[in-house]
């Protein structure tokens, strides 16, 4: 059975979402083989094994941390050289779709993102403009490399292997070039991520301050939920960028996204509307942000977001 | 230094935006054209760049003869010259395709600093710098909120979820912005009038040395089989808060078993 290259998003030993997401898509098409780079491929072994990996190809020179990006597409296209794999799964997240991009200048194959389901065929559907329009696309040259939207993928426990085969290359000088001096982490408290997140609560410019950000997190941790921001919220910065929904910020697509004094432009709605479910919390009836709601409260954000934290805390006491 | 900046002109995002029936790609004529918003960061960036370390800044733009709109645009905001890369044989291309033309008119330009915006609002695939970097052998600097240079080092900071990455590298680089990093300045009336006197030079394919056949449709590595138009969402229920607005959002959440 041919392989299938799937590209780990891990932190240290943890196991990302989106990466048992694209083994469980692997299976369907050949033998999952997970890329692991860095440390933690040993730890995490047992987790992938559980979704069905056959195997588990670890790097762990720290080069794949200290430098950006080139020596994982490096590592990746040495791979794709020795193996010959039917497909290259990515996560489409901005460091996963630029190694997939270096690596399909190395290996001339098509590469095609932000793919939310494959066909047997291979036929990769997308999503454009903000998720007006549905494309079906295919690669035509060389071994796909798709990268795949989180949480777009269920999931599905299975059982495999997850045989660990040590991966020792040299990376080239070149792919030394772009060196990490330190990473500076803005933890905003321990929640789930924003693009993995089953709940998303996002704020708008309604909130009317930083500190009134706080009234959003907690709705958000009241549901277990992940917190996003409008552009004008992050624009004033109120929030940082990284939690920024929308046409130049994050694509979300959670079971629930709930709209908090936001009013619906259409560079928002691009990275919400495909949520299976959304909720709206706006004073102004005419807002366009109601034409997406499944459920619409119009009304004072300071009045109706501290009573629901309250109610949902009364019924899941 | 020699600073490229790169821009695209694409469909306004506030206007309808769709694909063309005949051949499933994008359609320019149904929408407003404009500079890829996030390329005017990477303009303001550059042209501050050239006025504090001295330099030429050279946009270069591929696309249709309307493009030169937008290179007209980049100029009146500042910088010396640009290079059209306009030819039929480029239409259709994909990012593979696009990445080695742009390198390759990049290299004959020469330059010390390529800067880009991180993704574009049409596409939105974010790999061109990537590739650029690839392309060009030199140091991949993408996403970032904050470029220094100190004579021939380059530091950034790259965004990442977890919040930044200081990185750091030697030029010559290609740096992709995103939106955080400036305020891409207005066009004067004596920018606009100065923009017309710039030179724009014009390249074809064949200019730059590339095959053909890695360009345009045909040669594209991917190609669009169907597109349909998505559905609108089903209307939904929307009530007026009248002291129990909060409670009826948690009878609805109930409902939908989210608690
Ligand atoms: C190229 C481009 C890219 C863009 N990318 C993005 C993007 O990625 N993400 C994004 O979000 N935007 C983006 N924008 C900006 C977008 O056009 C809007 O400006 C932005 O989304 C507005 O944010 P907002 O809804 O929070 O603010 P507003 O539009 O000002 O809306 C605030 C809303 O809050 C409501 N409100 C006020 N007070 C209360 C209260 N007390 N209780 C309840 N409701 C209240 C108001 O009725 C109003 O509807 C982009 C724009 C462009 C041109």
Same mark, same amino acid.
Request: proline residues 4%; hydrophobic residues 45%.
């Given at each position: 059975?041919? *392989?299938?290259? /799937?590209?780990?998003?891990?932190? +240290?030993?943890?196991?990302? !979402?989106?990466? %048992?997401?694209?083994?469980?898509? @692997?299976?369907?098409?050949? *033998?999952?083989? /997970?890329?692991?780079?860095?440390? +933690?491929?040993?730890?995490? !072994?047992?987790? %992938?094994?559980?979704?069905?990996? @056959?195997?588990?190809?670890?790097?762990?020179?720290?080069?794949?941390?200290?430098?950006?990006?080139?020596?994982?597409?490096?590592? %990746?296209?040495?791979?794709?050289g020795q193996r010959n794999p039917a497909l290259v799964l990515l996560p489409s997240t901005a460091e996963g779709k630029e190694v997939g991009g270096r690596l399909a200048v190395k290996t001339g194959s098509g590469i095609l993102t932000?793919?939310?389901?494959?066909?047997?065929?291979?036929?990769?559907?997308?999503?454009?403009?903000?998720?007006?329009?549905?494309?079906?696309?295919?690669?035509?040259?060389?071994?796909?490399?798709?990268?795949?939207?989180?949480?777009?993928?269920?999931?599905?426990?299975?059982?495999?292997?997850?045989?660990?085969?040590?991966?020792?290359?040299?990376?080239?000088d070149q792919a030394r070039q772009a060196r990490v001096l330190e990473r500076v982490v803005q933890q905003r408290g321990a929640r789930p991520e924003l693009t993995e997140a089953s709940i998303v609560v996002s704020g708008g410019r309604g909130v009317g301050s930083a500190d009134n950000m706080?009234?959003?997190?907690?709705?958000?941790?009241?549901?277990?939920?992940?917190?996003?921001?409008?552009?004008?919220?992050?624009?004033?910065?109120?929030?940082?960028?990284?939690?920024?929904?929308?046409?130049?910020?994050?694509?979300?697509?959670?079971?629930l996204y709930v709209a908090v004094g936001i009013s619906g432009a259409i560079q928002h709605r691009a990275g919400m509307q495909t949520s299976k479910t959304i909720m709206v919390v706006n004073k102004d009836p005419e807002a366009p942000i109601f034409e997406l709601a499944d459920f619409g409260v119009v009304g004072d954000l300071f009045k109706v977001v501290p009573q629901l934290v309250e109610e949902i805390g009364k019924r899941t006491s | 230094m020699n600073i490229v900046v790169c821009v695209k002109q694409v469909p306004d995002t506030w206007s309808d935006r769709t694909l063309?029936?005949?051949?499933?790609?994008?359609?320019?004529?149904?929408?407003?054209?404009?500079?890829?918003?996030?390329?005017?960061?990477?303009?303001?960036?550059?042209?501050?760049?050239?006025?504090?370390?001295?330099?030429?800044?050279?946009?270069?733009?591929?696309?249709?003869?309307?493009?030169?709109?937008?290179?007209?645009?980049?100029?009146?905001?500042?910088?010396?010259?640009?290079?059209?890369?306009?030819?039929?044989?480029l239409h259709g291309s994909d990012a593979l395709g696009t990445s080695a033309v742009l390198a390759a008119v990049i290299g004959q330009i020469g330059f010390d600093l390529v800067i880009l915006g991180s993704e574009s609002t049409d596409a939105r695939t974010g790999v061109l710098p990537a590739m650029l970097a690839e392309r060009?052998?030199?140091?991949?600097?993408?996403?970032?909120?904050?470029?220094?240079?100190?004579?021939?080092?380059?530091?950034?900071?790259?965004?990442?979820?977890?919040?930044?990455?200081?990185?750091?590298?030697?030029?010559?680089?290609?740096?992709?912005?995103?939106?955080?990093?400036?305020?891409?300045?207005?066009p004067s009336f004596k920018g606009i009038m100065a923009s017309k006197k710039k030179p724009v030079q014009t390249m074809s394919v064949a200019d730059?040395?590339?095959?053909?056949?890695?360009?345009?449709?045909?040669?594209a590595a991917c190609e669009v089989v169907t597109f349909a138009k998505r559905p609108a969402r089903q209307a939904g229920t929307v009530v007026a808060d009248e002291g129990a607005g909060g409670t009826k959002a948690a009878d609805f959440l109930v409902s939908r078993k989210f608690i």
């Open positions: 059975m041919a *392989e299938i290259l /799937v590209l780990a998003d891990h932190e +240290g030993e943890t196991v990302k !979402k989106v990466t %048992l997401e694209l083994v469980t898509l @692997a299976r369907r098409f050949g *033998e999952a083989a /997970v890329v692991w780079t860095g440390q +933690g491929g040993e730890a995490a !072994k047992d987790k %992938l094994a559980e979704y069905g990996a @056959a195997k588990v190809y670890i790097a762990q020179g720290s080069e794949y941390d200290d430098y950006v990006v080139a020596p994982k597409a490096e590592l %990746l296209a040495w791979l794709v932000d793919v939310v389901g494959l066909s047997d065929d291979l036929t990769a559907e997308q999503l454009i403009f903000g998720g007006a329009i549905n494309v079906s696309s295919k690669v035509r040259t060389g071994s796909p490399i798709i990268a795949i939207r989180p949480n777009a993928i269920v999931p599905e426990p299975a059982a495999g292997a997850a045989v660990v085969e040590p991966v020792d290359i040299t990376i080239s706080a009234l959003i997190e907690k709705l958000a941790d009241s549901l277990g939920a992940a917190v996003g921001a409008s552009r004008a919220v992050t624009d004033a910065g109120w929030y940082p960028h990284q939690f920024q929904v929308g046409q130049t910020g994050k694509t979300v697509s959670p079971q | 063309r029936a005949s051949d499933n790609t994008l359609d320019r004529a149904a929408a407003d054209a404009e500079i890829n918003e996030l390329d005017t960061y990477a303009i303001e960036e550059g042209l501050r760049l050239a006025e504090a370390h001295g330099g030429e800044v050279t946009f270069v733009s591929m696309g249709p003869e309307r493009a030169l709109e937008s290179i007209r645009k980049a100029l009146s905001m500042g910088g010396d010259k640009a290079v059209h890369l306009v030819d039929d044989a060009l052998g030199v140091p991949q600097l993408s996403y970032a909120s904050k470029v220094e240079i100190d004579g021939t080092t380059i530091t950034i900071n790259r965004q990442a979820d977890y919040g930044y990455d200081r990185v750091e590298a030697t030029l010559p680089a290609v740096v992709s912005v995103v939106e955080k990093i400036n305020e891409p300045r207005y730059t040395g590339i095959d053909q056949a890695q360009v345009g449709l045909d040669g």
